[in-house]
């Protein structure tokens, strides 16, 4: 538990239900207002900004380049509308940052101060910034219709599906090359450009990150077996187990049967999907509970 003083957000998107609010409740964090959709951090803060483009094709972007005087913490809870966030980010260190993705901590052992990674709306994401770190970046919004239409992913199912096999074979990053960072460079330029300047530069990220996790899927052989059906029988039982985290928690075998899977099956899907047995993430939430 931290106990000085920092900056901290939490949110849902559901709640929020996009950039432009996130943008918004950043505001109030700092104090100030968004002005012609960017927020400028007050000098008692740190420096820099965060700019939301928002393209008529309903697809949302937040560009940001900022340091802080103040440790900064974001943390998005999981919730029940399906989404996906795209990331390129890169730091002026390779310390000082920690990101959380359910139970992985995805940039252990990375070693690399810039990264291009995938989150989904199936799990909780913390991310930690200590003070007087340049944080540099994108966040692009994506929804199901929009990589339905755009990216030709023709049925919901594949595309929660072929996450799942990302997460769970281990895959998180994308290898960022000369051509990833000078997009990134040039969406940085924070002057008067016209929109589609910045809209052609997000797509090519877009594009690059798209054809990256293609080729990987390819190449990977799939052994979890997961089904929409398995997805959402851990979805469920996992509402079940947090649904009161302060009373003893059902059994293996209780939940099961709310379920309708077997008690194996159930420990297999669970981990599966959030990377920990059922009562192990359970303890998890208990310990993270405040007081």
Not at 16 to 24: P, V
Not at 114 to 143: H, N, P
Not at 266 to 284: A, D, E, N, S
């Amino acid at each position: 538990m931290r106990l000085y003083a920092m900056l901290a957000l939490h949110y849902k998107l559901n709640k929020l239900t996009s950039f432009t609010d996130i943008l918004q409740k950043l505001a109030a964090l700092f104090d100030t207002q968004v002005t012609d959709k960017t927020l400028y951090v007050p000098e008692k803060y740190g420096t820099g900004y965060c700019k939301l483009l928002d393209f008529n094709n309903e697809l949302q972007v937040l560009v940001y380049n900022f340091k802080l005087h103040e440790d900064l913490l974001l943390q998005r809870e999981k919730d029940g509308l399906e989404y996906y966030i795209l990331a390129f980010e890169e730091l002026d260190t390779k310390r000082g940052v920690s990101l959380t993705i359910g139970s992985e901590k995805l940039n252990e052992g990375v070693g690399k101060n810039a990264a291009i990674y995938l989150t989904s709306f199936l799990y909780d994401l913390e991310f930690f910034l200590s003070k007087q770190v340049e944080l540099r970046g994108v966040r692009i919004l994506l929804t199901v219709p929009w990589m339905q239409q755009y990216l030709q992913l023709s049925e919901r199912e594949k595309v929660l599906e072929k996450y799942i096999e990302l997460k769970t074979s281990g895959i998180g990053y994308m290898p960022v090359d000369a051509e990833a960072r000078s997009l990134l460079q040039q969406l940085l330029t924070n002057e008067n450009i016209p929109l589609l300047f910045y809209q052609s530069k997000v797509l090519r990220i877009i594009e690059k990150f798209f054809e990256w996790l293609y080729n990987e899927m390819q190449g990977l052989i799939v052994t979890t077996g997961m089904t929409r059906k398995n997805i959402e029988n851990a979805q469920k039982a996992e509402g079940i187990l947090t649904n009161d985290i302060t009373v003893v928690p059902p059994t293996i075998k209780e939940l099961a049967k709310e379920v309708a899977v077997s008690a194996s099956k159930l420990k297999k899907i669970f981990k599966t999907v959030y990377g920990l047995p059922p009562y192990g993430y359970y303890q998890k939430l208990r310990m993270k509970r405040p007081g």
